[in-house]
């Protein structure tokens, strides 16, 4: 019998993410906050649609939350908890604050529920596909249980430690990611200020050791203006604050994450906030009053 799995959270990367749980067999029954998409949703994959986060826990066996932050999934759980069956796995795929997910992973041990946090890189086009990377804290058992999923979901499978850690993992990375992300916008500007054909900086930059998935990503649509959402710069801004929270808490410092995150708070500043996290370059040019 197909596992039965209550999804809560339609969005850009969960809507993806359920079509591919949908797809493997699993018994979907879906709920999101705009009721028109979930409907959308499951007139193209099939499944149930849920009246509430209630009425998605009530009969399943594993509920997972994909939402923007900590205060969203907490208000989704105060929901669930109380209808789902004595056992349920809760599996928050978000990208909340390490803290935050210790916090709610101890309330639903509470409850006499589990819970594993798992969040997700790759953007909408790993989401689309299948292959994301999925990093999960959580008891090995407990990982162990909802790994069929996530093998559905994602390429790579990483068991990080304990619950807390696959979103303290997730935060650290996309830091890195977020610094390399301003720091490659900068190079563009600065190379168009200097009058540099910018195809050709890509290209070296491509073919040494400045290439990276980043460059391979963004490059194009920062040079082209493109900043069609696949990860908002609101989110990504989120995520590097979690980060820098986490290293304060841990007495260390994270300098370079602190510049990126001043330059993504400026794009916030000046209405980006909805745009793909590309469109840093855009604080860029304002700072170097150039346009690519």
Known sequence: MATAVGFIGLGIMGSRQAANLARAGFELTVFNRTRERAEAWAAEHGGRVADTPA??????????TMVVDGPQVEALLDEALPAARPGTLFVDMSTIAPADARRLGERVARSGHAFVDAPVTGSAPRA???????????AEADVERARPLFEAMGRLVVHAGPIGQGQAVKVLSNAVSATNCAT???????????????????E???????????????????????FAPLFKLEHMLKDVRHALDEARAAGAVFPLAALAAELYAVGIGRGLGDEDFAAVVRVAEAINDVSL
């Open 184 to 202: 490659l916008a900068q190079a563009l500007v600065v190379g168009r200020r200097e009058g540099v054909d910018l195809d050709a900086l890509v």
């Open 55 to 64: 009425d998605a826990a009530r009969d399943a066996e594993v509920v997972i």
């Open 128 to 138: 689309q596909d299948g292959t994301l990377t999925i990093m999960c804290g959580g």
């Open 204 to 226: 070296v930059m491509a073919n040494g050791s400045a290439a990276s998935t980043m460059l391979e990503l963004k490059a194009r649509p920062m040079l082209e203006h493109d």
